[in-house]
């Protein structure tokens, strides 16, 4: 999949809020097809909101400006995290809880909504999705943990 633009999310819910300010709705370009398929599947799977980055939303769930794309500037999260390449999503999803839809997607991997999802982190109230490549038909899905690669 070489390019995909989103059903369910606007530009500034991936992208943070400086990248959106300058690049708009051509943001979209510093991310991975396959990642932004993916945040349109588990939103309709579960069909309940699904938030990313919230700095020009109002909702109950919090401020987030780094939960999707993070420029070379971000000092957020590890120096090569999937985010800075555009590989990664941190999903907050209203009423379910993240660790039930990290069970779902381990219970089948490879199902057509989770196809992509190479890793998830486990140990954190949000859903990390990405889509780094890794051998996933090999090793499965690769969990990870906060702090293990933040440095």
Same mark, same amino acid.
């Given at each position: 999949?070489?390019?995909?633009?989103?059903?369910? $999310?606007?530009?500034?819910?991936?992208?943070?809020?400086?990248?959106?300010?300058?690049?708009?709705?051509? %943001?979209?370009? $510093?991310?991975?097809?396959?990642?932004? @398929?993916?945040?349109?599947?588990?939103?309709?799977?579960?069909?309940?909101?699904? @938030?990313?980055?919230?700095?020009?939303?109002?909702?109950?769930?919090?401020?987030?400006n780094?939960?999707?794309?993070?420029?070379?500037?971000?000092?957020?999260?590890?120096?090569?995290?999937?985010?800075?390449?555009?590989?990664?999503?941190?999903?907050?999803?209203?009423? /379910?809880d %993240? *660790?039930t839809i990290?069970?779902?997607?381990?219970?089948?991997?490879?199902?057509?909504?989770?196809? @992509?999802?190479?890793? /998830? *982190?486990?140990?954190?109230? &949000?859903?990390?999705?990405?889509?780094?490549?890794?051998?996933?038909?090999?090793?499965?899905?690769?969990i990870? @943990?906060?702090?293990? &690669?933040?440095?």
């Amino acid at each position: 999949m070489n390019f995909y633009i989103p059903k369910h $999310f606007a530009a500034h819910e991936i992208v943070d809020s400086k990248t959106y300010a300058k690049f708009g709705t051509q %943001a979209f370009q $510093f991310m991975d097809a396959r990642i932004l @398929y993916t945040a349109d599947r588990i939103r309709e799977r579960y069909s309940s909101a699904v @938030y990313i980055n919230t700095y020009l939303l109002k909702t109950q769930i919090g401020y987030f400006n780094f939960c999707g794309y993070r420029p070379r500037s971000c000092t957020i999260g590890a120096v090569h995290s999937e985010h800075r390449h555009g590989r990664a999503l941190d999903l907050h999803i209203l009423n /379910i809880d %993240a *660790e039930t839809i990290r069970k779902d997607i381990l219970s089948d991997p490879f199902h057509e909504d989770f196809k @992509y999802i190479t890793t /998830i *982190e486990a140990g954190v109230n &949000w859903l990390h999705i990405d889509c780094r490549n890794i051998d996933k038909e090999q090793n499965g899905i690769l969990i990870v @943990y906060p702090n293990k &690669w933040s440095k």
